[in-house]
T-cell receptor, first 113, second 116 residues
Framework: DVKVTQSSRYLVKRTGEKVFLECVQDMDHENMFWYRQDPGLGLRLIYFSYDVKMKEKGDIPEGYSVSREKKERFSLILESASTNQTSMYLC????????????FGPGTRLTVT | AQKVTQAQTEISVVEKEDVTLDCVYETRDTTYYLFWYKQPPSGELVFLIRRNSFDEQNEISGRYSWNFQKSTSSFNFTITASQVVDSAVYFCALSELRSSASKIIFGSGTRLSIRP
């Protein structure tokens, strides 16, 4: 059974803290993605990675960075968390093809106070 | 620009009614894929269907059916004889091929509530 796991379901952090969100997939997928989901806005792509150490900005990369040192792991980093980064964060992975559907993790609900 | 529009923000129906979720897309690509995902209250998005741009045949899977019409750039999803377990947020999505990797553009979602 395919699996994408995220390190936490719920996280509460203070403004200015450095935050790490971890995502691990066991499907040997080349592509991995980080989205944030906000009411009325659907899923918006923050960053994606198409190979180890390779990354590309998505639609809303400001305030975020990513790291992919191993194929199965993709980390999202909030360098200095702000309240407007309170959101649901979803990780996904896929094969490297236009028709490769994405497999999603359960999400991390991050609250920044 | 690539875009997916789900004009229905929320739909509420009584169990056993049929319900259709609308999806309209915009793309410059001639080859693309369309998807529907379901997000139940647990939060994890679940893949439902993929359809490529060259296949306009409607698809039926149990109580679910999909109607793809290139002429109107629509990919609508119908649930027949709805059940409470169908309550979820449904996302329509469009693949986008970039130089480095394919991406998926999601619509804003339709929240479907099925009342007993």
């Amino acid at each position: 059974d395919v699996k994408v796991t995220q390190s936490s379901r719920y996280l509460v952090k203070r403004t200015g803290e450095k935050v790490f969100l971890e995502c691990v997939q066991d499907m040997d997928h080349e592509n991995m993605f980080w989205y944030r989901q906000d009411p009325g806005l659907g899923l918006r792509l923050i960053y994606f990675s198409y190979d180890v150490k390779m990354k590309e900005k998505g639609d809303i990369p400001e305030g975020y960075s990513v790291s992919r040192e191993k194929k199965e792991r993709f980390s999202l980093i909030l360098e200095s968390a702000s309240t407007n980064q309170t959101s649901m964060y979803l990780c996904a992975s896929s094969l490297p093809s236009i028709f490769g559907e994405q497999y999603f993790g359960p999400g991390t609900r991050l609250t920044v106070t | 620009a690539q875009k997916v529009t789900q004009a229905q923000t929320e739909i509420s129906v009584v169990e056993k009614e049929d319900v259709t979720l609308d999806c309209v897309y915009e793309t410059r690509d001639t080859t693309y894929y369309l998807f529907w995902y379901k997000q139940p209250p647990s939060g994890e998005l679940v893949f439902l269907i993929r359809r490529n741009s060259f296949d306009e045949q409607n698809e039926i899977s149990g109580r679910y059916s999909w109607n793809f019409q290139k002429s109107t750039s629509s990919f609508n999803f119908t649930i027949t004889a709805s059940q409470v377990v169908d309550s979820a947020v449904y996302f329509c999505a469009l693949s986008e091929l970039r130089s480095s990797a394919s991406k998926i553009i999601f619509g804003s979602g339709t929240r479907l509530s099925i009342r007993p």
